[in-house]
Structure formats: C-alpha cells, structure tokens
T-cell receptor, first 116, second 113 residues
C-alpha cells in the first residue's frame, strides 16, 4: 500500500531564512507526487506536482521540490521564507492503491511557523 | 471561476440528527472525494467517486453515506451523527483520481454535541 511520511509536525524558521520540508513516500511504481498548502480557514491549494522528467520541479510562490527516487523523498524547499508562508503543508502521492482502486494518500502535514 | 463549493461552512448539530453537507464543482471533473481533517491525523479519505453512480469507500467510511447522481454534485450524508464525527470536512475534485491535482473546497467545520 502507498504511504506518505512527513517527519516534522512543526517547523519554525525566521523570515528570510531558507526552508526545507521533508516528505518520504512508499509506492511500488513511479509515483505521482504533490505538495499542497493550507492557509488558516482555507482549503488546500496545489503548490507543485511531479509526474516524470526533470526531478527538480518549480511551483507557485517561489517553492520547488526535488524528487529523489533512491531516497524515496520529495522534499519541498524555498530559498527565502516570507511571513505569509506560515501555513500547513501536505505532501501527497497519487496512484493505484491496493485492490486496484485509485486513492490519493496524504501525509499528516507540517505546520510552518515564521518568526519576524 | 473554477471552484469547488461546499455548504455550509459551519454546522453545529446534536447527536442523531441527520445532516447533509453539499459539494458542487463546475469543472466537469469525473473524480470527487470527501476527506476529514483532524489534528495530528492529517487528511483521511471518507468516500470517493470515479464518476456518476460510481462510489467507493475510502479509509474511514463508517457513519457516512454519499451519492453521485449528477457529475457536478457529491453530497456527504451523516444519517445519525455522533460526537466522534466532529471534524473539518473537505470536498475535492480532479480530472481523474491519481495523476491530476485535487481542487479543494473551503471546508465545513462540523460540531456534533
């Protein structure tokens, strides 16, 4: 069965500092990988996605993520964090689940706190 | 504007009183899904639908029902709500279920007393 692990429940950074949010996945074939952001009181919004090709993908709001097959990871990065980036971040994997059905699986989320 | 619309945004009810949370999307998406979000547990899928009249259980379907009579609508029904169903609920849709991004509604915060 597919699964996603986000090891960090909370991450605190200072405004202007760099950011890396970790995501590890378990999936039997080439995964479809996503990062979503959830601002307070809002639904989830897609930041970026990886299907194939270049392992470094660019997303909205200055975010990027790198797919590393050997490490089963898809970490999210941003070179300089802004106070408005404070939110909950979810990594997700798409693809076939056990039994042949297709169920996107989400990690438990990482809460990003930005200090001024 | 492409969107997923959920109603209501907030709902307080009592144990056992049937309720329906509506979800509608205007993107002609085939796949729709319901999630609940609880602190420390992330998003867990309740039910999903691959197309009209096709629904299937997700990870936590107990106590919930859904229907997909039209492509655009996917209501979530709680026949007899209980306090453990107090949660934040999200409806989502996508062109297909596994390699297209999900579009989420703004959520429904349900409290069952």
């Amino acid at each position: 069965a597919q699964s996603v692990t986000q090891p960090d429940i909370h991450i605190t950074v200072s405004e202007g500092a760099s950011l890396e949010l970790r995501c590890n996945y378990s999936y039997g074939a080439t995964p479809y990988l996503f990062w979503y952001v959830q601002s307070p009181g809002q639904g989830l919004q897609l930041l970026l996605k990886y299907f194939s090709g270049d392992t470094l993908v660019q997303g909205i709001k200055g975010f990027e993520a790198e797919f590393k097959r050997s490490q089963s990871s898809f970490n999210l990065r941003k070179p300089s964090v802004h106070w408005s980036d404070a939110a909950e971040y979810f990594c997700a994997v798409g693809g076939a689940a056990s039994g042949g059905s297709y169920i996107p699986t989400f990690g438990r989320g990482t809460s990003l706190i930005v200090h001024p | 504007e492409a969107q997923v619309t959920q109603n209501p945004r907030y709902l307080i009810t009592v144990t056992g009183k049937k309720l329906t949370v509506t979800c509608s999307q205007n993107m002609n998406h085939e796949y729709m899904s319901w999630y609940r979000q609880d602190p420390g547990l992330g998003l867990r899928q309740i039910y999903y639908s691959m197309n009209v009249e096709v629904t299937d259980k997700g990870d936590v379907p107990e106590g919930y029902k859904v229907s997909r009579k039209e492509k655009r609508n996917f209501p979530l029904i709680l026949e007899s709500p209980s306090p453990n169903q107090t949660s934040l609920y999200f409806c989502a849709s996508s062109e297909d279920s596994y390699n297209s991004p999900l579009h989420f509604g703004n959520g429904t915060r349900l409290t069952v007393t």
